[in-house]
């Protein structure tokens, strides 16, 4: 099982990133993805999840209006489009899959916002 993120960088504060996670090893289709993002000496947070089909999305209060969580089922590949990025979103971002008891978790890609 594999989940390799990518995309992340620096990046000026208003403007825009976006990553991918490409998923391999189980039925992705399944499975509920998320990102969640953690700064050091933070938790882990949630940002964004999309069910199996992607009817359904949430996202965190504070990037709300600023990220769209995507998928394609055919390429076993999730997006997250962050726009209007800001100081605080400042983060390593970790792709996750659940599906019941099953989860899996990415390795991280940074994003660094900063002028």
């Known amino acids: 099982v594999q989940l390799v993120e990518s995309g992340g960088g620096l990046v000026q504060p208003g403007g825009s990133l976006r990553l991918s996670c490409a998923a391999s090893?189980?039925?992705?289709?399944?499975?509920?993805m998320s990102w969640y993002r953690q700064v050091t000496g933070k938790e882990r947070e949630l940002v964004a999840r999309?069910?199996?089909?992607?009817?359904?999305?949430n996202y965190a209060d504070s990037v709300k209006g600023r990220f769209t969580i995507s998928r394609d089922n055919a390429k076993n590949t999730v997006y997250l489009q962050m726009n209007s990025l800001k100081l605080e979103d400042t983060a390593v971002y970790f792709c996750?899959?659940?599906?019941?008891?099953?989860?899996?978790w990415g390795q991280g890609t940074q994003v660094t916002v900063s002028s």
């Open positions: 090893g189980f039925t992705f289709s399944s499975y509920v």
């Open positions: 999309i069910t199996s089909a992607g009817g359904n999305t």
């Open positions: 996750y899959a659940e599906w019941r008891w099953m989860y899996y």
